[in-house]
């Protein structure tokens, strides 16, 4: 495991550990993961999908982030951005299972309280995206983009 002791406050770092952990045993194969001093990010290699993220060109094209901020981590999974069926899933289930209100925009899932975090849920919602699915929803929504210019 990569070192993450600098990107999160040490009264959330275990959460934070415990979160990498649960993706990374439940991301399907083929996503890398990094780090750029401000979080860990799961991204499709540039080896994998060479044109890479249209917005920085020459960079993998990222999928699912953990990032702490000042008053929550934070889940970037680009994936419920994109899939309208999977963001419904997650609501339902997040609603079945928590207690707590979802805090969620677009792409971010805000976890205030690190000692709820519904781990077995992020762990059902990272594997419900394969690299080929998240290669397809990330070009379908660029042609939509680009057909609504």
């Known amino acids: 495991m990569m070192d993450v002791t600098a990107l999160v406050d040490e ?5 934070f ?4 952990e649960v993706i990374d045993d439940h991301l399907p194969g083929g996503f890398e993961k990094t780090t750029d001093g ?3 990010h799961y991204v499709v290699p540039l080896d994998r999908y060479p044109s890479g993220y249209h ?9 699912i982030s953990v990032i702490a901020q000042k008053r929550h981590v934070g889940l970037y999974h680009m994936g ?7 963001l419904a899933w997650f609501e339902r289930e997040y609603a079945s299972r928590v207690p707590t209100k979802l805090d969620m925009g677009k792409s971010c899932i805000r976890f205030n309280n690190v000692k709820r975090i519904p ?3 992020v762990g059902e919602l990272v594997e419900k995206m394969t690299v080929e699915e998240w290669i397809q929803h990330y ?4 042609d939509n983009k680009k057909e609504s210019d």
Do not use: C, K, M, W
């Open 139 to 142: 070009e379908g929504q660029r």
């Open 119 to 121: 781990f077995d849920l």
């Open 17 to 20: 550990i415990h979160l990498l």
């Open 80 to 86: 419920i951005y994109a899939d309208p069926e999977l």
């Open 55 to 63: 917005v920085t060109p020459g960079t993998p094209l990222p999928f």
């Open 11 to 15: 009264a959330r770092l275990d959460s």
């Open 38 to 40: 401000h979080g860990v």
